[in-house]
């Protein structure tokens, strides 16, 4: 039997559970060439945020262009252990060398 609140529409719909996993933001993050070890078209870098420690890792990409066509990176590689983000970012994979910025939204959940 579980515990906490359960709330139920009308029709007796479970709607909300307690102790089910809900997301939360963090924030932003942009990553650019400025704030990466850059070797060719190769983007590499890290952060830290202890909000990692409190739950399973989750972002989103936006990318920002800075001409036309707008081609999403294919190239991204993104990964988290203990409190730190770590990306590498090959613009030359699809290729995206109008990529200026790479924004995550990240979080737990």
Do not use: H, K
């Amino acid at each position: 039997m579980g515990w906490g609140t359960r709330v139920r529409d009308e029709a007796g719909n479970l709607q909300v559970e307690e102790g089910a996993r809900y997301g939360r933001v963090s924030g932003f993050f942009d990553i650019t060439a400025a704030n990466s070890t850059v070797s060719g078209t190769t983007w590499t870098g890290s952060f830290n945020d202890p909000i990692f420690l409190t739950g399973a890792a989750w972002w989103a990409i936006n990318y920002l262009y800075s001409t036309i066509p707008n081609v999403p990176v294919a190239g991204v590689s993104i990964s988290v252990s203990g409190q730190t983000l770590s990306w590498s970012i090959d613009r030359n994979v699809t290729p995206a060398p109008n990529v200026n910025t790479v924004r995550l939204l990240y979080g737990v959940y």
